[in-house]
């Protein structure tokens, strides 16, 4: 089993693939588009699939999210709050 350590979500932004404006004041100098493919800029180039969300946490850091596992926070932080 692997334990996952919370996030705190600041922004998020799901990749259409026609929203790169949206994603470049997101991400500002840390990602670059190239043929199409966005990629993140972390210890290693992370591609960016269409429909996957680019998050930014409190610490300023980028990662990428599946639709189905942020989805899924969502609810579930949804829940907690209620």
Do not use: H
């Amino acid at each position: 089993m692997i334990k996952i350590k919370p996030i705190k979500c600041i922004e998020a932004i799901q990749w259409t693939g026609n929203n790169s404006g949206a994603m470049r004041d997101l991400l500002e100098t840390k990602a670059f588009i190239r043929k199409g493919e966005l990629k993140i800029i972390t210890i290693e180039y992370q591609p960016v699939k269409l429909g996957d969300y680019v998050v930014k946490d409190s610490d300023g850091e980028f990662f990428t999210c599946s639709p189905k596992i942020f989805k899924n926070i969502n609810k579930k932080i949804k829940r907690d709050l209620i």
